[in-house]
């Protein structure tokens, strides 16, 4: 599957503590909802639809989780544990994440404001509508 992008985010080192800037740049979308997954309970699953418009672009801040991906055809499986990576999850993917660790934090920069009406959560469907 080749439609999401593990990017890197600029860090600016220091022996006080390093620094993360996401900018315009950095993420190919304008950013109208910033939201974050926190105390999750370990075995947790959060995720497990997709979007019909809905860009998103998550970033572990602290801690660590996995992201299964499919596209309707593939699966692939991205762990992200670094403060200065993001995963870039494109429009049309279903999107699961589990094995939180312990104080995982999951930054999520969005495309656009929440709709319920652009999700997809019945995974026949999502299919289906890759098929068409
Ligand atoms: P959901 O997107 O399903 O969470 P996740 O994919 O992280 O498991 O959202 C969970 C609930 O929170 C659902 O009832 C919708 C609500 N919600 C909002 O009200 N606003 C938001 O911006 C988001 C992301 C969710």
């Not at 672009?57 to 699966?75: C, P, Q, R, Y």
Request: hydrophobic letters at 35%; one cysteine or more.
């Amino acid at each position: 599957m080749s439609n999401y992008k593990l990017i890197k985010i600029p860090k600016i080192e220091d022996r006080r503590g390093n620094l993360s800037v996401i900018e315009k740049d950095c993420v190919p979308f304008d950013i109208k909802r910033v939201y974050y997954l926190y105390d999750v309970p370990s075995g947790a699953y959060r995720g497990g639809h997709a979007h019909k418009a809905l860009q998103q672009f998550l970033v572990a801040l602290s801690g660590s989780f996995e992201v299964i991906l499919k596209d309707g055809k593939n699966t692939e499986r991205v762990m992200l544990n670094r403060p200065d990576q993001g995963l870039l999850i494109p429009t049309g993917i279903w999107r699961e994440l589990e094995n939180f660790s312990s104080g995982a934090v999951c930054l999520v920069l969005a495309s656009d404001v929440y709709d319920e009406n652009d999700y997809i959560r019945n995974f026949k469907t999502f299919k289906s509508s890759k098929r068409t």
